[in-house]
């Protein structure tokens, strides 16, 4: 079982950056697809990217060309760059994982029921 542990959250103005990371606790590489959901209280919760092992993205329509998910395995962490926030970003941000053949993301990534293993989330909060 993985465990996952994020970390880089905070708040900031319309505009600016920040860069989320999330530690695994074994290699993922080759076995695991991982990525990012978020959700705002008293919605649900929505798919922001994923990565296969092989570098391969997917990323919700909401973010592309703002944020950018890659993975270091030699360290077994991943990251979400997100650049140029706005106020509707604002969520707790997941970090999520689930074992796949060949490292390869689901076909509809953006379903959170796939994915069995999720850190305990970072906040992010933009102001305007």
């Known amino acids: 079982q993985v465990r996952l542990r994020e970390s880089g959250g905070g708040s900031v103005q319309t505009g600016g950056s920040l860069r989320l990371s999330c530690g695994a606790s074994?290699?993922?590489?080759?076995?695991?697809?991982m990525g990012w959901f978020r959700q705002v209280a008293g919605k649900e919760r929505e798919g922001v990217a994923t990565i296969a092992s092989d570098g391969t993205t997917n990323y919700a329509d909401s973010v592309k060309d703002r944020f950018t998910i890659s993975r270091d395995n030699a360290k077994n962490t991943l990251y979400l760059q997100m650049n140029n926030l706005k106020p509707e970003d604002t969520a707790m941000y997941y970090c999520?994982?689930?074992?796949?053949?060949?490292?390869?993301?689901?076909?509809?990534?953006?379903?959170?029921?796939?994915?069995?293993?999720w850190g305990q989330g970072t906040q992010v909060t933009v102001s305007s």
């Open positions: 074994e290699s993922t590489y080759g076995t695991h697809c």
């Open positions: 999520v994982a689930d074992r796949v053949v060949d490292g390869v993301c689901f076909y509809e990534w953006a379903i959170a029921t796939l994915y069995r293993y």
